[in-house]
């Protein structure tokens, strides 16, 4: 039973086009997260939703658009793909970070997007 | 939030124990020091965390001085399947928990 689940784990794609990641976890947590890792394993938060709320937006272009239907599902859509979005894109639940105390962050295992 | 600073990689052989230091100099009173390991294809996931002195579990054990500006991963004998990318992270009750680049350890036969 895979906890946070993210489709699909590769994406290859032309510039210009618009793409979607989705993830679930069913650990039963409140908290999910957008991750992006560049080729060096810079690993850089993009975005948090506690219990589908918006909590984390970090300086993102606004062609990244996170959607959050039910807490159990955090999904990334990407408008007009650019060369430079080439990367790996992680989604991570953890239990609640608004209760004020330390949270274990559980991931996925990633989606490699590549544009070309 | 506090910036922490380790090594970009390491090679050791089977069978030794390997060390990857961690600064994190302005670490805030209520930082905990994390450590995530990633292997290859997979996202990070949670090996280790403390405050200060010692720390050990089934995987790895951490070391924090009293001064808690460093910190220290340590693992034992380690194996082919210990090489990953290692990450210090300072984290407390907040959102935000910064990866930076981490350690890329890889064991050698």
């Known amino acids: 039973d895979t906890a946070v689940s993210q489709t699909p784990k590769y994406l290859v794609t032309q510039m210009g086009n618009d793409k979607s990641i989705k993830c679930e976890q069913n650990?039963?947590?409140?908290?999910m997260y957008w991750y992006k890792q560049d080729s060096k394993k810079f690993l850089k938060i993009m975005f948090s939703?506690?219990?589908?709320?918006?909590?984390i937006n970090e300086t993102v272009p606004n062609r990244f658009s996170p959607k959050s239907p039910d807490k159990a599902h955090l999904n990334l859509h990407i408008n007009s793909l650019e060369l430079g979005d080439s990367a790996v894109y992680f989604c991570?639940?953890?239990?609640?970070?608004?209760?004020?105390?330390?949270?274990?962050?559980?991931f996925g295992s990633g989606t490699q997007l590549s544009v070309l | 939030l506090a910036k922490t600073t380790q090594p970009i990689s390491m090679d050791s052989y089977e069978g030794q124990e390997v060390n990857i230091t961690c600064s994190h100099n302005?670490?805030?009173?209520?930082?905990?020091i994390t450590w995530y390991q990633q292997f290859p294809s997979q996202g990070p996931r949670f090996i280790i965390q403390?405050?200060?002195t010692k720390v050990t579990n089934e995987v790895a054990s951490l070391f924090i001085p009293a001064d808690r500006k460093s910190s220290t991963l340590s693992l034992p004998r380690v194996s082919l399947s210990d090489t990953a990318v290692y990450y210090c992270?300072?984290?407390?009750?907040?959102?935000?928990?910064?990866f930076g680049t981490g350690t890329r350890l890889k064991v050698l036969a």
């Open positions: 991570a639940s953890s239990q609640d970070v608004r209760r004020g105390r330390l949270e274990k962050l559980f």
């Open positions: 650990l039963g947590h409140d908290t």
């Open positions: 939703y506690n219990n589908k709320e918006l909590i």
């Open positions: 302005n670490i805030a009173t209520n930082d905990y």
């Open positions: 403390g405050y200060k």
């Open positions: 992270l300072a984290v407390s009750g907040t959102y935000k928990y910064i």
